[in-house]
């Protein structure tokens, strides 16, 4: 089984949260390849940036800079899906249909459909909208 895990996946597996610990169980349980997205990498990255940028410069830095770093090495213990010319041509698809549903969720969805992966979210109203995105959440 090949899964793609949406930023909210990601982060609960990456920061062991309970949560995170019983994905884990049930990918290791159906024996699945998982990967996540550029996208994914996207926000997370926008995400730890924003928030360093609150805290002023220095001291007040540090702690937030470690965790930075830990969601940075978690990158490499996982295959990040590219936004590819295929992804693209799937996003391009896909908005012309004109969802109601982000960007950024979109592209999850067109890398996620390239790869004809199922996704594992926790913004199911959202992913939904999409036609033939084949979509779970498995931490709930």
Same mark, same amino acid.
């Given at each position: 089984m090949f899964?793609? =895990?949406?930023?909210?996946?990601?982060?609960e597996l990456i920061?062991? @949260?309970s949560l995170g610990e019983h994905l884990m169980q049930r990918l290791d349980a159906s024996d699945a390849d998982v990967f996540t997205t550029i996208v994914t990498a996207q926000e997370? @990255?926008?995400?730890?940036?924003?928030?360093?940028?609150r805290r002023r410069a220095g001291r007040d830095q540090?702690?937030?800079y470690g965790l930075f770093l830990i969601a940075l090495k978690a990158f490499?213990?996982? @295959?990040?899906l590219p936004f590819d010319d295929d992804a693209a041509e799937h996003?391009?698809? =896909?908005?012309?249909l004109r969802p109601r549903i982000g960007t950024m969720d979109l592209k999850i969805a067109a890398i996620t459909m390239s790869h004809s992966a199922l996704l594992l979210?926790?913004?199911l109203s959202d992913f939904a909208k999409?036609?033939?995105?084949?979509?779970?959440?498995? =931490?709930?």
């Open positions: 899964v793609v =895990l949406d930023t909210n996946h990601y982060r920061h062991e @949260t997370i @990255t926008e995400g730890w940036s924003a928030e360093l940028n540090v702690h937030a490499e213990r996982i @295959t990040i996003f391009h698809r =896909l908005q012309s979210t926790r913004n999409v036609p033939e995105l084949r979509v779970e959440n498995w =931490l709930d």
